[in-house]
């Protein structure tokens, strides 16, 4: 059974960085096209792309946000952590980690973290 | 990158009819995924590679389209339709989603 489950610290304030936390089990990293994404979707509004990592350790970056994020494994391929930098207001979301494997869709996504920046 | 445009933005449906939404992408994409969404919780895939459904989804959704024009239709409005749905693609670096398109219960 394939889970993904977000973690992260709920509220920070303007300019700090965020770091969160995607667990996941029922299926392994390492497998050949495997990949973990981070999406976001502020309320009310749709969702956008901001990173990946796949099963090689290669990372893929949104390019209107690149300089701002991080995407990371951990070495026992069951985590993978983002981290933005410089937050503001407009980063206000739900962040929700997603598989994908091989074709370009999720099938399977986290139930999603509420993150508020808020001075 | 590639925008998605989908429309309506927001629909109304009564229970039987039939629904629509289309997606269109600004460039040619060689396949469309959609998703559903329901109020509180995280997106669920529909339909990928255009017209394949993904597991344990009722046969009344189903995909079509190609190049820069996608759609999905619900041949048969249910209650629990009513959902927010979404298009995307990934032909091309980033991946994008459509704004999505708010279905109601009329």
């Known amino acids: 059974q394939v889970t993904l489950k977000e973690s992260g610290p709920g509220m920070l304030q303007p300019s700090k960085t965020l770091s969160l936390t995607c667990s996941f089990s029922?299926?392994?990293?390492?497998?050949?096209?495997?990949?973990v994404s981070w999406i976001r979707q502020p309320s009310g509004k749709s969702l956008e792309w901001l990173a990946a990592?796949?099963?090689?350790?290669?990372?893929y970056y949104n390019p209107s946000l690149k300089s701002r994020l991080t995407v990371s494994k951990d070495t026992s391929n069951t985590q993978v952590f983002l981290k933005i930098t410089s937050v503001d207001t407009a980063d206000t979301a739900t962040y929700y980690c997603a598989r994908r494997w091989e074709l370009g869709y999720f099938d399977y996504w986290g139930q999603g973290v509420m993150v508020t920046v808020s001075s | 990158e590639i925008v998605l445009t989908q429309s309506p933005t927001t629909t109304a449906a009564s229970p039987g009819e039939k629904v629509t939404i289309t997606c269109l992408a600004s460039s040619s994409v060689s396949n469309m995924y959609w998703y559903q969404q329901k109020s509180g919780a995280s997106p669920k895939l529909l339909i990928y590679s255009t017209s394949s459904l993904a597991s344990g989804v009722p046969d009344r959704f189903s995909g079509s389209g190609s190049g820069t024009s996608y759609s999905l239709t619900i041949n048969t409005m249910e209650a629990e339709d009513a959902a927010t749905y979404y298009c995307?693609?990934?032909?091309?670096?980033?991946?994008?989603f459509g704004g999505g398109t708010k279905l109601e219960l009329k």
């Open positions: 995307q693609q990934w032909s091309s670096n980033p991946p994008t």
């Open positions: 990592i796949d099963w090689d350790g290669d990372k």
């Open positions: 029922g299926f392994s990293l390492s497998t050949s096209g495997m990949v």
